[in-house]
């Protein structure tokens, strides 16, 4: 599986031959990138090994990533 990010363009997961992609989860007011790659990272993979679905995968790591847009520095 590759996982690529495009910031606010979203992302896309290929897997087995396939693509999913996902739309960024706008946010009002951007603060801060720091973390917003750990965060997609981190969430996606703990998704996918809980549920083995690409689609809600994706779906969590971008909202995670738009919680940490919102603060300054990698965590709250």
Do not use: P
């Not at 590759?2 to 946010?27: L, W």
């Not at 679905?53 to 969590?60: G, H, K, M, Q, V």
């Amino acid at each position: 599986m590759i996982v690529a990010t495009f910031g606010f363009k979203g992302n896309v997961a290929f897997f087995e031959n396939n693509s999913n992609y996902q739309e960024a989860v706008d946010v009002d007011e951007i603060t801060d990138t720091t973390g917003c790659g750990n965060s997609f990272q981190a969430v996606f993979r703990i998704e996918w090994i809980h549920t083995k679905y690409i689609r809600e995968s994706l779906n969590a790591e971008a909202i995670a990533a738009s919680i940490v847009l919102e603060f300054i520095g990698g965590i709250e």
